[in-house]
């Protein structure tokens, strides 16, 4: 399967606790982006790289957030200290862009979902 | 401000039929491109289909066309022929100079037999 993969699926924690998450893009894509997605609604921007350099963050984006993208390959987000308000769904999507061309379309991954107590 | 509106939370259509789901943009920016997407109970976000700012023609992929009016800001999605697997939620999307896409609130279909 050469689709973009996310991991953990599932992942329930305590609030206070630290948790990762990571996905692996599609192996030709340069740009790789980060959106959560809470129950019955539309998914969020959270941050976006190109290559390995992160080009923007949303100022949803709490400073206990943290997402690296090292040697432009696969990319973690990690949350720090995690509130029951940080239950969502966190999807990782990538494209691959030209100098600027392309339709942009996003390549989404399966999801993970995080659930903290 | 919303850069994407969809003001039909759920929606349901008889197996067969076509439905219609409304998307609303605001932009200033000439380029821009619009997106649907389906994401079915699983979770999975799946593309549907594409228009470009500069497109002359509405887009058609299948059983989906996306009737664009551009002065109106519109961008509405019409499934043609639902199938019970149709049942989803349906999210509107615009990608605009920077190739990041916002989405809308999300329409939820419900096919019935």
């Known amino acids: 399967d050469t689709g973009v993969s996310q991991d953990p699926r599932h992942k329930i924690t305590k609030r206070g606790q630290n948790v990762t998450f990571r996905c692996d893009p599609i192996?030709?894509?340069?740009?790789l982006y980060w959106y959560r997605q809470t129950l019955g609604q539309g998914p969020e921007f959270l941050t976006y790289?190109?290559?390995?350099?992160?080009?923007?963050k949303s100022r949803l984006l709490s400073d206990r957030f943290s997402a690296e993208r090292p040697k432009g390959s696969f990319s973690t987000l990690e949350i720090q200290r995690t509130e029951q308000g940080d239950s969502a769904m966190y999807l990782c999507?990538?494209?691959?862009?030209?100098?600027?061309?392309?339709?942009?379309?996003?390549?989404f991954g399966e999801g993970s979902r995080l659930t903290v107590l | 401000a919303q850069k994407i509106t969809q003001t039909q939370p759920g929606m349901f259509v008889q197996e067969k039929e076509a439905v219609t789901l409304d998307c609303t943009y605001d932009?200033?920016?000439?380029?821009?491109?619009l997106f649907w997407y389906k994401q079915p109970s699983s979770g999975e976000m799946i593309f549907l289909i594409y228009?470009?700012?500069?497109?002359?023609q509405n887009a058609t992929e299948g059983r989906y066309s996306l009737n664009f009016q551009k002065a109106r800001k519109s961008a509405n999605l019409v499934i043609s022929a639902s199938q019970l697997g149709d049942s989803a939620m349906y999210f509107c999307?615009?990608?605009?100079?920077?190739?990041?896409?916002?989405f809308g609130a999300g329409t939820t279909v419900t096919v019935r037999a």
């Open positions: 999507a990538s494209s691959f862009l030209t100098s600027g061309s392309g339709t942009g379309e996003l390549f």
């Open positions: 192996s030709e894509h340069n740009r």
């Open positions: 790289f190109q290559n390995e350099a992160q080009l923007e």
């Open positions: 932009t200033s920016d000439p380029s821009y491109g």
């Open positions: 228009q470009g700012s500069y497109d002359q």
């Open positions: 999307a615009m990608r605009e100079y920077d190739y990041k896409l916002s």
